[in-house]
């Protein structure tokens, strides 16, 4: 863990109208600026087959400001400016490094709408943030407290789709240490009907927060279909389908919150599955309960959260037949389809809940994995390659696959 760890802690605010106007033209002033610089890049390599960098788009930033047409970019701070060009930079670099796709534009309905400022860009006094080009503070809901003799080194002013105003502060936070160690370690396996299930037995409910909403979201919107388009009533119906989405939204990410600062204070090591999930939302008769699981988020939170308290997570090959193992003899059954929920071993006659056994099983193999030092990330951090379990598999028995290509993965084991 390092030593110091910088922190963002959101905070929602109430701008005055003169703020808000104020926020909404530096919003469109940064996506104009974006749109502009991917434009100029992709036409240069198009062209002259030329890398443009950010000290180039910089230059033309300067050179956009003294034209008649794009004047207004000098009524905005210059700094949120230049720190979407240094995203557009970013953006780049993982595309070329193949983490990421081609850059795409910014849309004026679609995209998010924010704005960085650096610590050169706004004042923090007193517990009072103002930001460049505004005279008065914002009227910040102080829900928590920032660390103690913290300094703001950047402050994201975003607006959602819901309408609702929110400054994120980025700062060292001290207060963050690693937790005692604690030999405590747990398998844990995701699915629909529970939303987890430990190897201990232990399975959390899945709350299903879109479903408990579906009713009045189909109301909200049916009522936003029937406006008519480029209207102000479909504007404002618009605004309540999107907060009947930011409160199904909010609420799970709470749960999950609880969740994962659970498991990662009782736990030393965690051991989760490598899913797939965008391969698993191809299925359009579980796509809607998978996204409304959000896995994937779940994942980022724990994996984050084990890095601020010294925890270990690790992730098991996506190919591991967790289900179909018996956690008991260690006997492969041939077929296992998901209506079956409860299973008997044919070797030992061991009955098994079904996720409470795939749980055991990832943690025996995560442990494996942590013993003969894979990393965390097998599938994502060495793209065609192959994790621990998949290596371990193949230096037993390397007569299975004689001849393999580099890159492409060998033939499934379970």
Known sequence: MPTHVKRAFKYRFYPTDAQAAELSRTFGCVRKVYNLALSARTAAWALRQERVNYNATSAMLTAWKQTEELAFLNDVSSVPLQQCLRHLQAAFTNFFAKRAKYPRFKSKKRSRKSAEYTSSAFRF?????????????????????????????????????????????????????PLPPTGAAIGVDAGLDHLLTLSTGEKITNPRHERRDRNRLAKAQRLHGRKAKGSNNREKARRKVARVHARIADRRRDHLHQITTRLVRENQTIVIEDLTVRNLLKNGHLARAISDAAWSEFRSLLEYKAHWYGREVIAVDRWFPSSKLCSTCGSLQDKMPLNVRTWTCDSCGTPHDRDVNAAKNLLAAGLAVSACGAGVRPQRSTPGGQSATKQEALRREPQEFPSRRRGRKPTALN
């Open 125 to 177: 006094r007193n517990g009072m943030l103002t930001l460049a080009k505004m005279t008065e503070p914002l009227d910040i809901v102080w829900s928590r407290p920032l660390p103690e003799g913290a300094s703001p080194s950047m402050a994201t002013v975003s607006q959602d789709s819901a309408g609702r105003w929110y400054v994120s502060l980025l700062c060292e936070d001290p207060s963050l240490k």
